[in-house]
């Protein structure tokens, strides 16, 4: 399923919040504050309400941490056929899919970025992280053997690059988004 990433909204207090409230809301303060926000009572306090709520629904912590990276790496990789849906070649759909995991700007690459740097603290956060980079990798792989090229490293530099890309600011969506496209057409021309 995917979510649709609120990062930096305030949630407005009820009293019947569900699993995807406490979610959201992990989200946010991920984004927000770190990984130190994840507890019951900084998540109740950010919902305006009592952490008995949180309880409700997941056993302890540990088990909303689960469930938040579970919600994370589901939506991430079921947005791998998002950039690919409308292309016509191999070529065309492994370029849209490079510029679209380096030129992100959506909610889902905050919170991408705010997971990352969770991971080098937290073992599941390092284990989803590790699964939704082999989902993706395979996948350029796989574009990768449709236009000739089989060197499995080849994939592992694109990919490389299309994540380092996401922590250059500086060049904005679009310079990312360009300029990782220019090292496909580089790539391509390997063949």
């Known amino acids: 399923m995917a979510r649709a990433y609120a990062i930096g909204m305030t949630h407005a207090p009820s009293s019947r919040l569900g699993p995807a409230d406490w979610l959201s809301a992990g ?15 900084p998540l109740a306090l950010r919902l305006g309400v009592s952490k008995g709520s949180f309880y409700w629904h997941f056993r302890d912590v540990p088990a909303f941490h689960v469930a938040l990276l579970a ?27 490079a510029q679209t995991l380096a030129g ?19 073992v599941g956060a390092r284990g989803a992280v590790d699964r ?3 989902a993706r990798l395979t996948l350029v792989q796989d574009l990768l053997s449709e236009t000739g090229i089989g060197n499995p490293e080849m994939a592992r530099l694109l990919y490389a690059a299309c994540v380092g ?13 360009e300029a990782i496209g220019s ?9």
């Open 165 to 177: 890309m996401t922590q250059l600011d500086a060049a904005g969506p679009k310079g990312r988004a």
């Open 27 to 41: 989200q946010d303060a991920l984004c927000d504050t770190g990984p130190d926000a994840l507890k019951a009572e």
């Open 132 to 134: 939704v980079d082999q």
């Open 104 to 122: 992100d700007t959506t909610g889902a690459a905050v919170i991408e970025r705010a997971v990352r740097a969770w991971s080098q603290s937290h």
């Open 71 to 97: 919600d994370w790496e589901t939506d991430a990789v079921s947005r791998l056929s998002d950039p690919l849906a409308d292309q016509p070649t191999p070529t065309a759909r492994l370029r849209a899919l």
């Open 183 to 191: 090292l496909v057409d580089l790539v391509l021309a390997l063949r």
